[in-house]
């Protein structure tokens, strides 16, 4: 044991002297590792040390998995994870954030030998109903260990035989000089200039500052918010999806302006300024007056409230990881410019590409990115022309080859992660270790072109069935026959079979040729063979929807509230692919109508007006209404003279639900819509509508309500 503490360190010298971060992987009985570690934390006592466990036996601070997230923003001298607890990826990538640089991080576990058979507590949390934990795979567990024990900077302790220490003949005077500045980089400081520009500039160009995390970007607001605060009198608001994520900002200003510490209240005075959080619905619900908006983290926040936040502040500041524990920095930054270079044509980008936490090439932070695939970008495609699409070859992945295809796994994850908002190293083991997953695949050329995750779903056992059905359970996974057992109060559907479309992404540059929709004609050809419906589940924009429609698929649910991530109502779509299942899904698409008719004045009163059209148009074979000749009269002389809308109201929402199969051909604009989607059939009130359209007022409203209605009857009238 000595001579193992005595390596040790060495290899904290090391790390002291380079200012980087190691992983030691610590494998044996869990006593003796247990006790190893903190013998060395024992010599090292002056350290503050962080220790993921459920587990409360280390002399440090102990926080469970599922608790790692509170410590964002805080730094340790030493970070252990203990993955008797069970290996999350999510939470490792994490508290890997978390560590100094120059300071060790521990991975215990079993000998490495067993530990990918050993029980996790990961798969108990991911095993689907009527798997369990012991049917989950080993592969992402094997995979780590071929990566911990193929990388010469992760040191292995072993109980059982020799153990194998890092070495470096690095001295003191290798290692560059901390600067003595303000600034820990040129990135940050040129990053803080740029801030100082955009507070000063023209309005509505807003700036973007991405990195990976430990490059200063929090510091660089923090430090900017303190010369505004010098300068003149100001106003500035913190914003973001944790106000502890929000933390370092704060405890930089506090640093600058030698004020004591406080770690509950995230707000500070100076000069007659302020700086201070508040949480973005906050911000949408009660705007206040301030100077500039910056937004942390701002790929963790849903597109629909960032777009929000941009049209309500002129001057913002968006802050951004790229590649982290979050999983959707890249999702953020394909989607989110993409609206920049459409609503703001003169924003800007700045990228800050040196660390202030740690040196340059961290082998911790290396081993990250590679182990849960942090930096994988898409695949840059040769295209110049149009897909040969006789040339394209449909595979299903042999998980068990998965280990040995490290570059098809490398593809098909930069591919889920750039398509979508939230894909992360959760989902990487999920993926590869879940047996009811399945990968398809679309190559071209040994290129990949698309990639699809299919979920296994339904068979649900008829007392199960019958628990969903009564509100008394809720079983894991099952989405689909889940869903449909309880919109639609037969039980009889979980036993019918189900694959669910969980993921999937075509390659940004052989989009719009067509790909999705051949992939998933493929798709169905191969599914039908064993499933009685194929069906997905997304955040519900009208693109996304006319995309499924167009596949064949139609909705069977709209979700009452907002996705967390996606800042969409989500959609659940289905198709059939049996007789069975298509004579379920006829039954359904009957009185489904109806049922949506209804949640627009309740549950989906403020759903996009726009989802609202594209929904109505899709039923619109099975909505009908017939007018009688005094509602005529009450319409015309709505729209034609100046009949009070709630005299006629009814009359109104009469015609709306006949003129639905004509949506197409009515010449509304997109705001025109709104205003009657929003005032007849969502019933929302008149402030409301007004503020959301821009209008003048009341008057303003009912005039163009008048105008559209005469556009409506002309229609109806001329059919």
Known sequence: MKALLNNLNKLSQIAGITNHRYLVVVNGDRDWGHSLIQQYLSLHNKQENLCISSQSDFNCIIVPVDKAEKYLGNEFDNVIYDAYSGFFPNTFALTEGTLKGGGLMFLLTPDLDNWPSSSDKFNLLYAMHPFSASDMKDTFIRRMNHIITHTPTISVIHQHKDSYFYSSDVVASQSEAPRQSLYKTLDQQCAVEKILHTAAGHRNRPLVIISNRGHGKSSALGIACVKLMNEKVCHL????????????????????????????????????????????????????????????????????????????????????????????????????????????????????????????????????????????????????????????????????????????????????????????????????????????????????????????????????????????????????????????????????????????AVNPSVQMQGIGSLFISRLQTELEKSYDFVGASYGGDEGLFHFWEKAGFTPVKVGHKRNAYSGYHSLVVIKGLSNNGNSALNRINHYFPERLLFLFTDSLKYLDASLVRALMLHFSSNISARLTDTEIIDLKSFAYANRNFATCAHSLYKLLLISAKHFHSLDLTTQEWSILAQRILQRQDVATIVQTNGLLGKDDLYNRLRHITSIILEKIIQD
Request: proline share 5%.
């Open 237 to 504: 608001t913190i914003t973001g999806p944790r106000k502890q994520a929000a933390r370092r900002v704060f405890d930089q200003i506090n640093q600058l302006l030698d004020l004591p510490d406080s770690k509950q209240d995230c707000v500070i005075e100076h000069r007659q300024s302020t700086v201070e959080f508040i949480a973005p619905d906050s911000l949408l619900r009660n705007p206040v007056k301030t100077t500039m908006l910056m937004i942390d983290e701002a790929a963790a926040l849903p597109l629909p409230m960032l777009e929000s936040l941009l049209a309500q502040y002129s001057r913002v500041i968006l802050s951004s990881t790229v590649y982290g524990y979050e999983g959707n920095g890249r999702g953020f930054f394909i989607r989110f410019l993409k609206h920049l270079d459409k609503k703001y044509p003169g924003w800007s980008l700045y990228q800050l590409d040196m660390p202030v936490r740690w040196n340059i090439n961290d082998p911790l932070e290396q081993f990250c990115y590679k182990a849960f695939l942090l930096d994988t970008e898409l695949s840059t495609l040769p295209h110049t022309n149009e897909v040969d699409k006789q040339s394209l070859e449909f595979h299903l992945l042999e998980k068990d080859k998965l280990l040995d295809n490290e570059e098809l796994i490398q593809q098909i994850f930069g591919l889920l992660t750039g398509a979508h908002y939230k894909t992360t190293p959760n989902d990487l083991r999920m993926i590869i270790d879940s047996p009811y997953i399945s990968i398809y695949y679309l190559l071209e050329h040994q290129q990949l072109l698309a990639v699809a995750l299919i979920s296994s779903e339904g068979s649900i056992e008829q007392d199960v069935a019958e628990d969903v059905l009564k509100g008394n359970r809720r079983i894991k996974g099952q989405l689909l026959p889940q869903t449909m057992i309880s919109e639609h109060s037969d039980t009889s559907l979980g036993q019918m079979s189900y694959a669910r479309i969980m993921r999937i």
